[in-house]
């Protein structure tokens, strides 16, 4: 290149008509601080800063992105509750998304509490108190017919993953309308930080019809539509809509995870798209699969095979009958017939018992898999008391229902009782780790939805489990968009739970079924990439991919 020709190179470069490999340099001076994906705040080098026209714009010291993330910290710990340490990271991510990461990756059992469960569910309760710069896409009932033209408002065109929920039923908190966008926020923030996926190809979306939360009604804040949700016919018009939108816009390899969905519409949707479209239900499969990981790692503890052990559910709403599920597919596999399968799982729900042809009604045809030949039982303490279960599985947001008498029960026929506590938040935990130690007498193999600190007791320390959701869903996120897949199947779900429950999830010198995040911060992407590998094979066998280049 002569003389002339790299001094038009350069003016070119610095008046932006051509595109670093490094950095987009179209966009110049204070817009490059404006924007979340360019600023690095005070990490641009003097070269960067003159490049990018925004000399004096900053003070003079440059600070490495290390010693900017010290300083997050320090601040991130002087708040004193957790609720403003949300809105402090989110602001961090709005004004410096790199920094964002980087924090919230070095520091995944610190930060990611903060993020994700519990401390999403209060920021939603308070999204309208904490709304500081608008994240994700809405669409309402009234852009029906024009869906396809609000995704187009979307910055981002090469969209690899959308999470998408109406917000009927957040985590164990009820209906909260448009305040649901933090659920899709907060999962897709450990797409990138646990899966590796880009933040650049999610896309967080809240479809507003509505609320029957009457305290939101009438809330004079409240952002959201102000009537009653609309359902029926209008409502799954929308959804199919949206569905068929995504696809047009995105390409039809664009994973669409639904996320707290009404029960009633999540397993309809499940069954209506599992074919049509790359989809899953994490409420449904995500929880399944993380809570048959923490049972298939409690069986090195308990010395039990799955075949030889009695579980009972307390709910039978979305997450149990999708424990429950993959629960019978995985006792198939240890040879047993999948109708028997089926008879050693036991759930109550606010009719008591799902017994064949019970009196009392309320059967619907997911439940009706797991109707037992059993006589009626009304009161979950006698359903423990009669099924003497090896297990106890809870996801039903039905606080302190796991009662001290029902755990000693459990305590007193078996020698490891197995607890989950799975509901979210915290405060909607059927039992706390404390209690479930104290009642066992510090044998029980414990693990909840949302971490509980460890516990003492008889001069030992115990740290409770956690199953969350976030050992599955990044993994499966990344799987499905690296190899393209067309539809996503169930048995993926148990493939990750086996590889769950072998690599990250057990910790027998303290009895709990997963290991802490200290234990294994630095292995959850790491298990998330053995997630991918571990299904190539199959996904390629069942020929539901797109992308046919083998690893």
């Not at 069954?271 to 090195?300: M, P, W």
């Not at 006589?375 to 006698?382: K, V």
């Not at 607890?419 to 909840?448: H, M």
């Not at 992407?525 to 797109?546: G, I, M, P, T, W």
């Amino acid at each position: 290149m002569n003389t002339m020709a790299a001094r038009r190179f350069i003016h070119a470069s610095l008046r932006g008509i051509i595109k670093s490999n490094k950095a987009d340099v179209k966009t110049r001076g204070a817009e490059v601080l404006r924007n979340s994906r360019l600023n690095k705040g005070m990490a641009f080098t003097l070269k960067e800063r003159q490049h990018m026209g925004i000399m004096g714009l900053l003070p003079p010291v440059v600070f490495t992105q290390d010693e900017q993330a010290k300083r997050v910290l320090k601040e991130l710990r002087r708040w004193q509750n957790d609720l403003d340490r949300y809105i402090y990271l989110s602001s961090l991510l709005d004004r410096n998304e790199k920094l964002f990461y980087r924090v919230l990756c070095d520091n995944i059992e610190e930060c990611m509490p903060i993020v994700y469960t519990p401390t999403v569910g209060q920021a939603c309760q308070n999204w309208g108190k904490i709304f500081r710069k608008p994240r994700g896409l809405y669409i309402t009932i009234h852009d029906a017919g024009h869906v396809y033209d609000v995704l187009g408002s979307w910055p981002d065109q090469d969209v690899k993953a959308c999470v998408v929920t109406d917000g009927e039923r957040i985590l164990g908190l009820g209906d909260l309308g448009a305040y649901g966008m933090g659920i899709p926020v907060g999962k897709l923030a450990l797409y990138t930080a646990l899966g590796g996926v880009k933040p650049e190809n999610c896309l967080p979306v809240t479809i507003d019809v509505g609320t029957n939360n009457q305290t939101l009604l009438d809330d004079p804040y409240y952002f959201g539509l102000r009537h009653r949700r609309v359902d029926g016919q209008q409502y799954d018009d929308l959804i199919d809509e949206f569905m068929e939108a995504i696809v047009k816009r995105f390409g039809q390899d664009t994973l669409v995870q639904f996320e707290d969905f009404g029960n009633h519409n999540a397993f309809r949707f499940k069954e209506k798209y599992k074919h049509k479209f790359c989809t899953f239900n994490d409420d449904i499969q995500g929880t399944a699969s993380v809570a048959v990981a923490g049972i298939l790692a409690s069986k090195r503890i308990t010395g039990k095979q799955l075949k030889d052990s009695t579980f009972l559910f307390q709910g039978a709403g979305e997450a149990n009958l999708g424990i429950a599920t993959l629960l019978a597919m995985a006792i198939e596999k240890e040879g047993v017939p999948a109708e028997d399968s089926r008879k050693r799982i036991y759930l109550v729900d606010t009719k008591g018992l799902l017994v064949k042809d019970r009196p009392k009604g309320g059967i619907t045809p997911e439940k009706a898999v797991f109707a037992q030949d059993h006589e009626p039982i009304d009161d979950f303490a006698d359903c423990v008391a009669a099924i003497k279960p090896s297990a106890l599985v809870g996801a039903a947001a039905m606080a302190g229902s796991f009662t001290e008498p029902i755990i000693r029960d459990m305590a007193s026929w078996n020698d490891r009782p197995v607890i989950f506590a799975l509901s979210n938040p915290t405060s909607k935990a059927e039992c706390t780790a404390e209690q479930a130690y104290t009642w066992t007498d510090g044998r029980c193999v414990f693990a909840s939805g949302s971490p509980f600190d460890p516990v003492q007791y008889n001069g030992k320390t115990y740290h409770p489990g956690q199953g969350n959701n976030a050992y599955i869903f990044p993994g499966m996120a990344l799987g499905v968009i690296t190899c393209g897949i067309r539809h996503v199947r169930n048995h993926y779900f148990l493939f990750a739970s086996e590889v769950s429950g072998g690599i990250c999830l057990i910790c027998v010198c303290v009895r709990a079924c997963y290991n802490q995040m200290s234990h294994c911060s630095n292995r959850l992407s790491n298990a998330s990439k053995r997630h991918r590998l571990k299904r190539l094979d199959h996904v390629y066998e069942d020929r539901f991919v797109l992308n046919w280049k083998r690893f």
